[in-house]
């Protein structure tokens, strides 16, 4: 699976759009882009996860290049519960029994 | 629905004793199960998957082992403890190889 870097930290204001990075830059063409988070002392959560279009859910909507070597998480409207690191993972859809790889992700601190 | 139950949520041992962590998934038929660690401050390192019943591969080499008796069971265990296996342990499962991971709601253990 490909390796993924994200920035270690960032803040985001309450209610403002959170732009959460990750490059990619030797994904293959048959691998996808998950996101999860994962709230202090819980198990993480899955997110959205996308191949080449951009795609939106109830959480969060994902947009990735059109090169596919980078893509960005967006919360839109972000509050404080929103709070937690963020994972961004690429992973082949092969017919392996594969599995997700999580790195160090982003801490997302979201303030008053 | 489908759920996952992992527990204890918390737990202390003493090097040396034994360890057994249980994982059950409702609502589903044959899962895939994952039983994964994290260090405090870490990302998460898989530990060990399973496709089937009786099917088990390991990531890392590691003074840990599990065991998928029923089809909708995990355990995680260990006979004797280090203090390097303190940490939190996480069970997920996923409906496919390729599908998104589902994550139980974690087990810290201290290991002294």
């Known amino acids: 699976d490909a390796k993924t870097t994200q920035p270690p930290s960032m803040d985001c204001a309450e209610g403002r759009a959170a732009n959460l990075p990750c490059n990619h830059s030797?994904?293959?063409?048959?691998?996808?882009v998950y996101w999860y988070r994962q709230i202090h002392s819980q198990g993480p959560q899955y997110i959205i996860h996308?191949?080449?279009n951009n795609e939106t859910n109830e959480m969060a909507s994902l947009i990735i290049t059109e090169d596919r070597k980078s893509s960005t998480l967006i919360l839109p409207h972000a509050t404080l519960r929103d709070t937690a690191v963020y994972y961004c993972?690429?992973?082949?859809?092969?017919?392996?029994?594969?599995?997700?790889?999580f790195g160090s992700g982003t801490q997302l601190t979201v303030l008053p | 629905s489908q759920t996952i139950h992992q527990w204890p949520a918390t737990l202390v041992q003493p090097v040396g004793s034994p360890l057994s962590l249980e994982c059950t998934v409702e609502?589903?038929?044959?899962?895939?199960l994952y039983w994964y660690r994290q260090a405090a401050g870490r990302g998460l390192q898989l530990l060990f998957y399973?496709?089937?019943?009786?099917?088990i591969s390991s990531e890392v080499p590691q003074n840990l082992s599990a065991s998928r008796p029923q089809d909708r069971q995990f355990i995680l265990s260990s006979k004797k403890l280090l203090l390097s296996d303190s940490g939190f342990y996480l069970c997920?499962?996923?409906?496919?190889?390729?599908?998104?991971?589902?994550f139980g709601s974690g087990t810290q253990l201290s290991v002294l």
């Open positions: 399973s496709v089937g019943i009786g099917q």
């Open positions: 997920a499962w996923s409906a496919g190889r390729n599908e998104k991971l589902f």
């Open positions: 993972i690429v992973r082949v859809a092969s017919g392996s029994a594969r599995q997700l790889t």
């Open positions: 609502g589903t038929s044959n899962p895939n």
């Open positions: 996308g191949l080449k």
């Open positions: 030797t994904i293959s063409g048959n691998e996808y």
